[in-house]
């Protein structure tokens, strides 16, 4: 993965996926609050077009909508790596294939003069596959459903071989492989059981689940570097009737085996 540099200054990435859908259902995926929170982060799209996504404890990113063209393209701007950085600008664009198929691309750039921000992107770039295969599973399985998070999260100290490997033993992962079948467990006997999507172990490790219980949904298990420690989450997806009730009951044995697991780091937050 590589940053394309431009004689302007221009730097940019670009991430795209088929994903199975109208441009109208894409659409809807993508470009509204409802949508991108059933597939990525809980999404607030204000009316001033202000775009506030939730990514976790103390990591709130806002960025504002510059232009608006259903259901083919927008573009945003954001402070995406806080006070003092380049603003960074985001297209979004859907593109219609055939056999009921769609291209969703995304493009984030900004200006700079050296090579100060290239690692962010890289890891804006290396991040987006996981939630990419959340999304296409959400538009093949749970089209237009509303979605209830079930969201945990966590730190370490350490190198992120070490706490993945630690993470993934510790849910039952560690040998899984694509098109298993895996039951993840916790001592408070809450647990989950589903068939692995898609399994990474680069520079942003993790599973995507598509659940079969506590009910149905697509699970998100990953690690990455945040700063000096590792950053780790469990987000449920999940859909249905039952989806509050059971991010209710779950959600404190979840993070209470979490915390068990990798203690709360002292002075920092969730990392």
Known sequence: MTVRKEDSGRRSIQVEVEVPGTPEQVW??????????????????????????DFGPGMQSVARRTSHDPPHRFTGESEAFGPGSPKMATEWSVEAKDGGKCIVRVVHSLFAETDDWDDQLDGIESGWPAFFAVLRLYLEHFPGQPCTQLRVTGGSPGSLADVWKKLSQSLGLASAKADDEVTLTAPSGVKATGQVARRADNEHPGFVVVLKDPGPGILW???????????????????????KTIVVTDEPKWQSWLNEVFPPMEHSGSC
Do not use: H
Request: without cysteine; charged residues 15%.
């Open 28 to 53: 809807q995926a993508i470009a509204t609050g409802e949508g991108i929170s059933a597939w990525f982060v809980p999404t607030e799209i204000r009316d001033d077009g202000a775009m506030v996504m």
């Open 221 to 243: 298990v990953g690690a990455f570097q945040m700063g000096p420690a590792i950053y780790l989450s469990l987000t449920f997806y999940l859909y249905g009737d039952e989806a």
